[in-house]
């Protein structure tokens, strides 16, 4: 996947408890965006960074916070997970000028 | 509010025939539109794009049209084969790098 890594891929927890899922590039691209994938909705886009320390809010941003410390690490974190949470989670990466993302595996998670 | 979607959510299609996905977009502001093919378990991968300034373009057995008048986009894929399998989504993006999806389509087909 192109240099992307997701971590962990899986994850199953209870609600109430903090979940932080990591996304790893080797590309040394500036942009980074995590989007969640649910059936009937496509992907949404939940937070994005354009550069360390840049971050912002997507559509779906709610419960959900982001830091972005180091070029090559975007992290997703919900800091009381819910039940409705649950959802496959994608890193994606791109440059300024590149239009088009490159999408890592994908992280699973589910909240109980 | 302005979203991208896809006309159908589910296509079979014969191996051999040639598939038509369809995508309605509603944001006149985008300038730029890209499909991807989903398989299962893993991220969605760049097929093909265009540009509001085109009308058609080509690659590899895979058509992208663009209708600005009525903000449709479709991909045609041609001999459709059993690794076309997949979710395929339309990508619309108004020129700030964040993309904006429809819901999908997931093609199967048979053989």
């Known amino acids: 996947d192109a240099g992307i890594t997701q971590s962990p891929r899986h994850k199953v927890t209870e609600t109430g408890t903090p979940v932080t899922l990591r996304c790893h590039q080797t590309?040394?691209?500036?942009?980074m965006y995590w989007y969640r994938q649910d059936p009937g909705h496509g992907l949404r886009l939940i937070h994005y960074?354009?550069?360390?320390?840049?971050?912002d809010k997507g559509e779906v941003s709610d419960g959900y916070s982001v830091s972005r410390s180091k070029t090559e690490d975007f992290l997703l974190t919900l800091e009381s997970a819910t039940s409705s949470q649950t959802s496959v989670y994608f890193c994606?990466?791109?440059?300024?000028?590149?239009?088009?993302?490159?999408f890592g595996a994908g992280s699973r998670l589910t909240v109980l | 509010g302005e979203s991208v979607g896809l006309h159908l959510p589910t296509l079979s299609v014969q191996e051999g025939d040639n598939s038509i996905i369809n995508c309605a977009y509603s944001n006149s502001a985008s300038d730029y539109f890209i499909w991807y093919k989903q398989e299962s378990g893993k991220g969605p991968q760049f097929i093909i794009d265009i540009r509001s300034n085109m009308d058609k373009r080509q690659g590899q057995r895979v058509t992208v049209l663009l209708n600005k008048t009525v903000k449709h986009l479709s991909l045609q894929i041609a001999a459709t084969q059993p690794g076309d399998s997949a979710v395929y989504f339309c990508?619309?993006?108004?020129?700030?790098?964040?993309?904006?999806f429809g819901a999908g389509t997931t093609v199967t087909v048979r053989a």
């Open positions: 960074s354009y550069g360390v320390k840049d971050t």
């Open positions: 990508a619309e993006t108004p020129n700030d790098y964040k993309l904006s």
């Open positions: 590309e040394n691209h500036r942009y």
């Open positions: 994606a990466i791109t440059d300024p000028g590149a239009n088009v993302l490159t």
